[in-house]
């Protein structure tokens, strides 16, 4: 399917001819028609433009990305695409509240305590508002080390969806730098109660 590509992308698509290769085979062993799934941080579109060509016309898809340059670029895709009608996007930001946020437009940093050394003010949302109460079946998130806060905002929607599945990108330098413990992972998935589970370059879980 056409989607952008960009510098961060090359060595990928190079060698692999996609974008993560554990991500985007868990999503094909996963993710079925009707289904209804979001990418949180979705950069360019690539993982949100898959799992909407994988829920087809029956499903439904979010995408939230709140840098303007990889906004613009999700939308051209979805033209592209013509995946008009069950697929949304949003340009703020994702938190444990809504509000207002900062985000770094250089590196896509984004919380109220970075505020000093961002140049962007941006509305920041849960995503419980985000998704309002509809049906979620799996959510990729990658938000450079705020993944807690997204997981937080979304309470309601993990309480309502019993067997919802959330994909992070696991890195404890990041967590650090949000102001996160690496161990926090644990304890979120504690108060949930849900498991941590680790996915192979073949999609596989473990």
Known sequence: FPVTICNEMLYGMLFYGCQEPD???YYKLTIKEGMHTADIGAFVGYHGLLQRRLVGKT?????????EEYYDAIRLSIADNNFFGNIKVSRKMVGNKNGVSWINEKYGVANT???????????MLKLDDLFF????????IDTFGYECEAILGMEETIKRNQ??????????DMWVRAGYYPS????????FGMEIHCIDDNGKVS
């Open 133 to 140: 109460g509809n049906m979620i079946d799996l959510v990729k």
């Open 23 to 25: 991500i985007t085979n």
């Open 59 to 67: 499903g439904f898809v979010y995408l939230v990305e709140p840098m």
């Open 163 to 172: 067997n919802i599945k959330i994909i992070i990108e696991y890195c404890p």
């Open 113 to 123: 305590t970075l505020s000093d050394e961002s140049n962007v003010r941006k509305e």
């Open 184 to 191: 926090d992972i644990v304890k979120i998935a504690n108060y």
